[in-house]
Nanobody
Framework: QVQLVESGGGLVQAGNSLTLSCEVS??????????MGWLRQAPGKERKFVSA????????YYADSVKGRFTMSRDNAKKTVYLQMSSLEPEDTAVYYC????????????WGQGTQVTVSS
């Protein structure tokens, strides 16, 4: 079983920055997790893709709405992925979820509990 634990959410003013962290643990992690992702869910809306990266690659993918403002990265030694968010907008307000899967494509299988990000105008 894989466990994902997010941290770093909070309340910030528009234009400011915030960094989320997701620590990954579990006995299957080293051999099975291929892709990590961040998704978010705003109040009353569906969960949407934000960013993803392959654990053994430098390629990173972003939703158009965050491209140029958010940066996803990883620290292999710490088994942690990060989402650096800058130039935050009120529209970025959502619960942010870290996710993982064992396949290069498809749905995410493992989810964190989510962390709230609120951007005030």
């Amino acid at each position: 079983q894989v466990q994902l634990v997010e941290s770093g959410g909070g309340l910030v003013q528009a234009g400011n920055s915030l960094t989320l962290s997701c620590e990954v643990s579990g006995r299957t992690f080293d051999n099975e997790i291929l892709v990590m992702g961040w998704l978010r869910q705003a109040p009353g809306k569906e969960r949407k893709f934000v960013s993803a990266l392959a654990w053994n690659s430098t390629v990173t993918y972003y939703a158009d709405s965050v491209k140029g403002r958010f940066t996803m990265s990883r620290d292999n030694a710490k088994k942690t992925v990060y989402l650096q968010m800058s130039s935050l907008e009120p529209e970025d307000t959502a619960v942010y979820y870290c996710a993982a899967r064992r396949t290069t494509v498809g749905t995410f299988e493992y989810w964190g509990q989510g962390t709230q990000v609120t951007v005030s105008s």
